[in-house]
């Protein structure tokens, strides 16, 4: 490892390692990276299991429905909040100049949540799940994954409220998802099981699915992405007010877009059609902010090919908004109708999660570990396999099930037996393991790349492949 | 301070600034105000419904969810514009660069051309 030049701070300017404990965002990142590969093995056994070819054919344990659900919840909790914590742990200090309210409880958050997430798997896979979808989580470890998402708000919130002067509008959507994730997931998690039954219980479930998307993820998404594009591009967002408009027509539009889950059930007709007006009403909010970060790389556009961090995020956001206006048309009525508990809902989900915040979290991990190891990365070809490997993949897979889920809505419109469906569904279940072996393949590239650098092996490839610039020039 | 490639600066010309605040202005008022109509009639249609319809209180309880996370943000809203978050909208994006890039200049790891040179 070589040392570049570091000079001295000027007094009372914090210093990076005062701010940041880069131990803990690895571990955050490596627990994210433990836990995609359980999920992402539990969607490889689901894919084989619908062209009926089950290896683990007569395990009550690791039946089918159980491991559909760890797929969902390792995701979920498993990957994404272990990432979002190991990017947060980073990013709100180096915002606010002020580090977490404390260290010793960020470790014992990160000790905790692996608890939350091992414990959730266990109990889901001995039959304990709860009847909600992502709300899987046995009833004994909600209170803790709620005590767990408390401490998580406190340590942050304490640097950010005492930040100076206006917020930057990172700042702003990490607040909003603190509060939200707490409120989402008590919500969804005792109102239907222990407040609600019924039919407000399954419309209470609709706004928890979709909420964890839109008021956990898609936050704290999005303002790591106010936050990394400006400093990989090094120029600021386009306009900042229009990063605020953003914010606020998704903190109030969003909350109600759920219920659109729940379209053609007895939940009251304004409600449902109030959900569908309010998911419209979002996607226009989403344009606001694609303009935003389009107008940023404007004149950079160099950075789409020369930086890969920065070619994860914007492949992210083009599949946002694609996923955004379908959303917005899938939403109404006559969509509905055709595409209802079909494969293009399942298309759609991989979309925003995979299409979108892995590749987000991807792109962020691409920059930072060289930081964090301080080394370059092992292989910038390997950093380019997986990029490509991964956004095949999941485009070929969305295409995939977006297809089947018309033709399945077809099927099902014009009365065809139940059995056709399945037959003309299997060429595409099919199709649809190769694409997730693809995936699969570029996350086992960036494997073997992390542990070789970490390891500090190097290899005889010119650095001047677009990985380089994860470093962060554009 | 910015980077000279990108060409920058917080000494926009002011023109440029005053057309992008137009835009933003524009895109607010046309996003905001639509949506603002839509869900506006639509939650009296639902004030309408309840207050006429024995079976109209079933729908409370989403609403209700909805009414007091967005109870929490309008006073935060409030909160905000009362302390001045919105005075000079467009300071804190070249604040948070600054403070990146003086974070940067005195980081622990190695810069990139040295990186380079040693591969």
Same mark, same amino acid.
């Given at each position: 490892m070589s040392a570049g030049t570091v000079t001295t701070l000027p007094p009372n300017?914090?210093?990076?390692?005062?701010?940041?404990?880069?131990?803990?965002?690895?571990?955050?990142?490596?627990?994210?990276?433990?836990?995609?590969?359980?999920?992402?093995?539990?969607?490889?056994?689901?894919?084989?299991?619908?062209?009926?070819?089950?290896?683990?054919?007569?395990?009550?344990?690791?039946?089918? /429905?159980?491991?559909?659900?760890?797929?969902?919840?390792? +995701?979920?909790?498993?990957? =994404? !909040?272990?990432?979002? %914590?190991? &990017?947060?742990?980073?990013?709100?200090?180096?915002?606010t100049l002020r580090p977490v309210l404390s260290r010793a409880l960020s470790y014992f958050i990160f000790v905790a949540w692996q608890v939350v997430v091992l414990s959730t798997a266990a109990g889901i896979?001995?039959?304990?799940?709860? /009847?909600?979808?992502?709300?899987?989580?046995?009833?004994? +470890?909600?209170?803790?994954? =709620? !005590?767990?998402?408390? %401490?998580? &708000?406190?340590?942050?919130?304490?640097?950010?409220?005492?930040?100076?002067?206006?917020?930057?509008?990172?700042?702003?959507?990490?607040?909003?998802?603190?509060?939200?994730?707490?409120?989402?997931?008590?919500?969804?998690?005792?109102?239907?099981?222990?407040?609600?039954?019924?039919?407000?219980?399954?419309?209470?479930?609709?706004?928890?699915?979709?909420? =964890?998307?839109?008021?956990?993820?898609?936050?704290?998404g999005w303002g790591l992405m106010y936050y990394f594009v400006p400093i990989l591009l090094q120029k600021p967002i386009w306009s900042h007010g229009l990063s605020l408009v953003g914010f606020w027509g998704l903190a109030f539009f969003y909350p109600l877009n759920g219920i659109h889950h729940f379209l053609y059930t007895p939940i009251p007709m304004f409600l449902q059609y109030g959900a569908v007006i309010a998911t419209i009403a979002v996607e226009l909010v989403v344009t606001t902010v694609i303009i935003n970060f389009?107008?940023?790389?404007?004149?950079?556009?160099?950075?789409?090919?020369?930086?890969?961090?920065?070619?994860?995020?914007?492949?992210?956001m083009v599949l946002y908004f694609i996923t955004c206006f379908q959303c917005a048309l899938q939403v109404t009525l006559t969509f509905q109708a055709l595409i209802h508990f079909t494969d293009w809902v399942v298309g759609h989900a991989h979309l925003v999660m995979f299409g979108v915040f892995t590749m987000w979290l991807m792109g962020i991990m691409t920059y930072l570990f060289p930081r964090l190891l301080r080394r370059p990365w092992y292989s910038y070809t390997l950093c380019e396999w997986h990029y490509w490997l991964s956004t095949a993949g999941i485009v070929s897979m969305f295409i995939d099930l977006t297809l089947a889920g018309v033709f399945q809505g077809y099927a099902w419109a014009s009365l065809q037996p139940w059995d056709v469906s399945v037959e003309l569904s299997e060429p595409f279940w099919i199709f649809r393991i190769f694409a997730g072996l693809t995936i699969i393949a570029g996350q086992l590239c960036f494997a073997w790349n992390l542990l070789m650098t970490w390891l500090g092996k190097t290899s005889d490839e010119p650095a001047t492949s677009a990985a380089t610039n994860a470093w962060g020039t554009a | 301070m910015m980077n000279s490639e990108t060409n920058v600066t917080p000494t926009e010309t002011v023109s440029a600034s005053r057309r992008r605040s137009w835009i933003t202005a524009a895109l607010a008022v046309a996003i905001l105000v639509p949506s603002l109509f839509g869900f506006g009639s639509k939650f009296l249609e639902f004030v309408a419904?309840?207050?006429?319809?024995?079976?109209?209180?079933?729908?409370?309880?989403?609403?209700?969810?909805?009414?007091?996370?967005?109870?929490?943000?309008l006073c935060l809203f409030a909160w905000a514009v009362l302390h001045g978050m919105f005075h000079d909208i467009e300071r804190p994006k070249w604040t948070m660069l600054e403070n990146e890039q003086r974070l940067d200049r005195h980081a622990p790891w190695p810069k990139l051309d040295a990186l380079r040179k040693t591969r």
């Open positions: 300017q914090p210093e990076h390692e005062n701010l940041v404990e880069e131990r803990l965002v690895a571990w955050f990142f490596v627990a994210a990276l433990v836990y995609m590969a359980v999920s992402f093995l539990g969607g490889l056994l689901m894919a084989l299991q619908l062209v009926r070819w089950n290896p683990l054919q007569g395990s009550e344990w690791l039946s089918p /429905g159980r491991w559909r659900m760890i797929h969902t919840n390792a +995701i979920a909790y498993g990957f =994404l !909040a272990n990432a979002f %914590l190991g &990017a947060l742990h980073w990013a709100v200090p180096r915002l896979l001995m039959g304990q799940a709860q /009847g909600i979808e992502w709300g899987e989580t046995p009833v004994w +470890i909600d209170p803790l994954a =709620l !005590a767990g998402l408390l %401490l998580v &708000a406190i340590n942050f919130m304490a640097p950010i409220i005492k930040a100076e002067g206006p917020l930057y509008v990172t700042l702003w959507y990490f607040m909003a998802a603190f509060v939200w994730t707490f409120l989402t997931y008590a919500m969804g998690n005792f109102l239907p099981e222990y407040f609600v039954p019924g039919t407000s219980g399954g419309a209470i479930a609709g706004l928890f699915i979709h909420d =964890l998307v839109g008021l956990f993820v898609t936050p704290l389009f107008g940023t790389i404007w004149g950079s556009g160099k950075a789409v090919v020369n930086n890969l961090p920065i070619r994860w995020f914007y492949t992210g | 419904l309840v207050r006429g319809d024995v079976d109209g209180a079933f729908a409370v309880t989403p609403v209700v969810n909805y009414l007091l996370a967005s109870l929490g943000f």
